[in-house]
């Protein structure tokens, strides 16, 4: 794993601020993936999935319900921590380790899943990994999704042409006040992961796009997901100590009051009183891969 993220998810504060703000996955993503898995189990649960990058357990919790044996692993013990905390099934096992070594046997598992982690990966490594936990009939699944699209309500009803201003300006604000350096990898997620998708190796792959929508969210529910991104993204100008600093943590509060300020004055310029929006409707657009067959295809890793 990349190691500014291994230094960004060593911090409490930010696993906290993650697992708040990051949305949990529908079951019709579930269902779509496990799916793809090729044994016929005739309604039998599946044996085992592993997840790497598992984070606080958005994925792990809704696919865990299909399988009778569940591995969930993150290089960050804080993250592992949260992880537990927010387990809801007994067969989940978390515990700290990476995607490039999994601690898991040679081809045991039905599933792997990365969700919202890909971009952080030694890749090589990962698929050299992937081949191996993976039974011959199993499936890797990848998950990834961007800035939402916000829809402000009103009393007078949805204000739908609003949406793409309203994401665009929530875009800029991220932008204009965080780290350029990571910007390659948020370009990936944003374009539905073009390049990752091109890399896996095996041509047994598919590439699906669900719309996830929130109803009725606060505008706290989106500075909450604001939150969680602009601190990835300017941990990239921290020293590399292990913790993020204060004044980071405090430049991130400051864009957020910034943006709520400008989301009220976009709101008055386009004729609609901040205090009519009762609330919003939150979009987030998920990339599903899900890729099989890397024992025949590719020997050679």
Known sequence: MDQTSLRLFENPTFSDIYAKGRPTYE??????????IRSDLKGKKHELMVEVACGSGQATNVLAPFFLNVLASDISESQIAQAKTLCQFDHINYQVGSAEKIDAKDA???LLVVAEAMHWFQIDSFFSEAQRVLKPDGCLAVIGYDVPKITPKTNAGLQRQLTSSFRYHMEKTI???????LVQIFREIKDNYPQTFEGIPTKQKSKEIFHQIYDNWELKDITDVMNSMMLQKNYAITKGHGILPRDTKDDCANVIDVFVSDVSEMLKESGISPECVISYEAEFEMTVITASDFFLENTNL
């Open 108 to 110: 045991s598992a039905d």
């Open 27 to 36: 079951n019709k993503i579930a269902q779509h993936i496990v799916g793809k």
């Open 175 to 181: 932008n204009n006040n965080t780290s350029d350096k």
